[in-house]
């Protein structure tokens, strides 16, 4: 069964930043031909934020495009993703995803103005 992990979130003022950790069990990171970060703020649907393909092809969303980084590390089944110049909007629950089968239990990030 596979297991994801997110670590990382948490409180931070506006301009700071952040960085999210998503550890897989076994190797499913290897196999996976895209991990994804998606978001969800409360009253809104969840939303792709980044993701990343097996050969490191990498897309953002339009509102984080020159702020977030995915990269991934199929060695130690980790993918990150580095969150910079945060902003309120920002604010939500951050899930990790494999493949849009696999999820993460999420972990909470806040920007304060």
């Known amino acids: 069964q596979v297991q994801l992990e997110e670590s990382g979130g948490g409180l931070v003022q506006a301009g700071g930043s952040l960085r999210l950790s998503c550890a897989a069990s076994?190797?499913?990171?290897?196999?996976?031909?895209?991990v994804g970060w998606y978001r969800q703020a409360p009253g809104k649907q969840r939303e792709l934020v980044a993701r990343?393909?097996?050969?490191?092809?990498?897309n953002y969303a339009d509102s984080v495009k020159g702020r977030f980084t995915i990269s991934r590390d199929n060695v130690q089944n980790t993918v990150f993703l580095q969150m910079n110049s945060l902003k309120p909007e920002d604010t939500a629950v951050y899930y990790c995803?494999?493949?849009?089968?696999?999820w993460g239990q999420g972990t909470q990030v806040t920007v304060s103005s």
């Open positions: 995803n494999v493949d849009k089968i696999y």
């Open positions: 076994g190797s499913i990171f290897r196999a996976a031909a895209i």
């Open positions: 990343i393909t097996s050969g490191g092809s990498t």
